[in-house]
């Protein structure tokens, strides 16, 4: 085995600068299918690992929907909290509501998202600095109600703990009707995990935003489900399944099942370039190792001569063709990353995707798969070759490798 690996190389070291050119060529086609290795589950992995951070277990969302999705709210979707809170292996079951307000800071009205939860310690965001919502909520004779803000109201408008907003339904001179608007405090800072790049968004009490909307507290836009027992998570999903109308139970598979099918055009997508770059290091390592095998005819035919059965010689071809495939994933990987970090920085810029997510994640999935199709390819990229050397006629190549 040491003798053809010595002789492939050999081969393939003929003409270092035609190999180095082909090498090239591999790098850059492996590094399209590594970036889309990672862009077919990176999306999807990304949102795992948040999802996996956030410690839920299990998502409650409004049936056939995604939670925000809308405005659409799963019906009576406080008691159905308390419910699910009363079921085994349940810690906590958490309503969340999800919708837009106006907040006027100093002189600036400006559109954000508002997250309503029970009080404070939901866990569907993590206060950095300040305090998180009190308990219970607040009355209109208690004072301003409080409120959590992300950091990107801090930074880019200025808001800081202490500071006092004006909240409303409406952007208007007149609140909406049954809406009046509130006077808010701010308590803390927060990160709010699936937050948009450009997105302004608060915490606030659920009762308080129900009062600001001029709604009763009932509908949930989501409700989050920490477990005890993560192992009855599946139990807990067929559970509510079966008791909740209006409503659809996720785990985290699920919840990854249901966006991955609304994320068809990623996967479409890179199955085709993926599809492409395969085909063009097909093509590339075939073309080089037939070339390399006519410019050495006569050695093969030696080889045959002094006793080298045609399976070794056909090895021999096949061992060239893994070779430049193995050779050329450092160069496909160190290429691929940094096209990849680049493609998922320009993604990422877009209106609608949440800050902490990413397109182009290297998984250990993605860097084997690569791997084993990079080197796959180039397996059956000399099989012809190899064919073609393991039934060359010794006498006949002898002989006109003497006459030229």
């Known amino acids: 085995m040491a003798s053809l690996v010595f002789l492939a190389l050999r081969g393939l070291l003929r003409s270092p600068a035609r190999t180095a050119l082909v090498l090239a060529g591999l790098s850059v086609t492996g590094a399209l299918l590594l970036d889309m290795s990672m862009l077919a589950g990176g999306l999807q992995a990304s949102l795992g690992a948040v999802l996996s951070r956030l410690g839920f277990a299990v998502r409650v969302v409004p049936r056939g929907t995604l939670p925000f999705s809308g405005d659409v709210e799963i019906p009576d979707g406080v008691a159905l909290a308390r419910a699910i809170a009363a079921r085994p292996g349940v810690a906590a079951a958490i309503p969340v509501v999800g919708t837009n307000l106006y907040v006027r800071a100093g002189t600036r009205l400006v559109p954000s998202f508002a997250l309503g939860v029970p009080g404070g310690g939901s866990g569907a965001y993590a206060v950095l600095w300040g305090r998180d919502l009190p308990p219970g909520g607040s009355s209109p004779e208690s004072g301003p109600v409080p409120v959590v803000v992300n950091r990107l109201m801090e930074t880019l408008d200025g808001v800081r703990v202490g500071e006092t907003l004006l909240l409303a339904r409406s952007a208007g001179p007149a609140p909406a009707a049954g809406g009046a608007p509130e006077v808010a405090r701010v308590v803390g800072v927060g990160d709010f995990f699936f937050d948009l790049a450009a997105q302004r968004s608060l915490a606030i009490d659920l009762r308080d935003l129900r009062r600001i909307q001029g709604r009763p507290v009932g509908g949930a836009s989501l409700i989050l489900v920490r477990m005890s027992d993560p192992a009855r998570a599946e139990e807990l999903v067929r559970w509510i399944d079966a008791h909740a109308e209006g409503a659809d139970a996720l785990s985290i598979r699920g919840f990854l099942a249901r966006a991955g099918s609304r994320l068809t055009y990623f996967t479409q997508f890179s199955l085709i370039l993926g599809t492409t770059s395969l085909l063009v290091s097909f093509l590339l390592i075939t073309a080089i190792v037939t070339l390399s095998l006519g410019e050495r005819l006569g050695e093969i035919a030696v080889l045959r001569a002094v006793g080298m059965t045609r399976r070794r010689i056909a090895a021999l071809v096949l061992l060239e063709g893994v070779a430049l495939s193995l050779a050329s994933l450092p160069g496909a990987f160190s290429l691929g990353l940094l096209i990849g970090r680049d493609l998922d920085a320009l993604l990422r810029s877009a209106p609608a995707v949440p800050e902490n ?33 393991a039934r060359l006629g010794v006498a006949a190549t002898l002989h006109g490798e003497v006459l030229t």
């Open 357 to 389: 997510l990413h397109f182009f994640t290297l998984t250990p999935m993605a860097a084997l798969r690569t791997v084993l199709l990079v080197l796959g390819t180039g397996t059956l990229a000399g099989v012809y070759p190899g064919w073609v050397a």
